[in-house]
C-alpha cells in the first residue's frame, strides 16, 4: 500500500466497529514494530479525515471486548529457516513459552501500560492466566496450526495502546531467557481457560512496582529506563485522578 505498511487483511471482530487487522511477517523486530505504530497513526488519521473517530484504547466501552495487541513470533536460523518447525523444535518452542510464563508479569505494565489497559484483563475473551496452548484461544500463549514453516507463538496478553517496540522487547526477552535457560514450559491446555491470576487484576500501580523490582528484566532493557517508565506512568496516573471523572458525578452527586 502507498504508506508502505503491510497489512494483508482486516476482519470484523465480536465487538461493535471493532475490527482486527493482520500485518505481514517479517523477519526484523524493530521494523516490525515500526509497522505497528505506523498502522495505529494510519487508521487514525484517516478515519479523522473523515469525520469519525478511531480508537486503540484496550477497553473504550465496558460491555463490549477489548482491543488487543497479539504478536505471532517465531524464530529463524541463518538461511532463513524456522527453527519452532526443524527437528528438536518443539522443545525449543517449550523453552520459549516457557521464558515468557516466567517474564509475563514482570513486563505486565509494558503490556497493559495505561489505567484503561488494565479494563481489559476484566474480559472473558482475554487470559487471565500464564496457561498456553495448541489452537486454544482462551490461553496467553497459543500456538496456531500451521505447517513447519510456520510454526510460531502467538502472545496474546497485550493491549492496543502498547508501545509495539517495548512489547517485541520484552517477547524476545522471554524468548531469549526461556531458551537460553532451558526453561520448562507448564503442560498445555486444551479445554478454555477461565481463572484467573491475581497479578492481572491487581491494576497498573502494583504492576509498575513489579516492573521496577523486576532484576530478571532490567538483565535486558536498562534498569535506569525501567525506572523512569514507572515515574512516567505514575505521573499519568495521577494526573487522571486529579480528575473529577463522570462516573464519579453520575455515582456520588
Known amino acids: 500500500m502507498a504508506q508502505d505498511i503491510p497489512a494483508s487483511s482486516a ?11 493482520n500485518l505481514n511477517h517479517i523477519p526484523d523486530p524493530v521494523k516490525a514494530a515500526d509497522h505497528a505504530a505506523l498502522l495505529r497513526r494510519l487508521v487514525k488519521g484517516v ?10 484504547m484496550p477497553k473504550p466501552f465496558l460491555q463490549q471486548p477489548g482491543n488487543g495487541f497479539h504478536i ?20 525449543l518452542l517449550r523453552h ?24 481489559r484483563f476484566q474480559s472473558v475473551f482475554v487470559a487471565q492466566t500464564l496457561d498456553w496452548g495448541y489452537n486454544n484461544r482462551s490461553v496467553a500463549f497459543r500456538i496456531p496450526v500451521a505447517d513447519a514453516a510456520a510454526q510460531r507463538i502467538e502472545h496474546r496478553v497485550a493491549g492496543a495502546d502498547a508501545s509495539p517496540h517495548l512489547v517485541m522487547a520484552a517477547v524476545l526477552a522471554a524468548i531469549h531467557h526461556g531458551i537460553t535457560n532451558r526453561l520448562t514450559a507448564t503442560e498445555p491446555v486444551s479445554a478454555r481457560v477461565s481463572g484467573v491470576l491475581p497479578e492481572f487484576s491487581a491494576g497498573l500501580l502494583q504492576s509498575l512496582d513489579r516492573l521496577e523490582r523486576s532484576a530478571l528484566l532490567a538483565r535486558y532493557i536498562p534498569e535506569r ?7 512516567l506512568k505514575r505521573g499519568e496516573y495521577a494526573a487522571l485522578m486529579e480528575q473529577v ?9
Open 11 to 21: 476482519v470484523a471482530e465480536y465487538g461493535v466497529g471493532q475490527f482486527e487487522i
Open 47 to 56: 478515519a479523522q479525515s473523515r469525520n469519525i473517530e478511531a480508537t486503540f
Open 72 to 91: 505471532h513470533v517465531s524464530i529463524v536460523d541463518a538461511a532463513g529457516n524456522n527453527r519452532f518447525g526443524a527437528a528438536g523444535g518443539a522443545a
Open 96 to 119: 520459549a513459552v516457557a521464558g515468557m510464563q516466567a517474564l509475563t508479569l514482570d513486563s505486565l505494565a509494558i503490556f497493559a501500560p495505561h489505567f484503561n489497559a488494565h479494563r
Open 225 to 231: 529506563y525501567l525506572h523512569a517508565y514507572a515515574q
Open 245 to 253: 471523572l463522570p462516573g464519579e458525578l453520575d455515582f456520588y452527586l
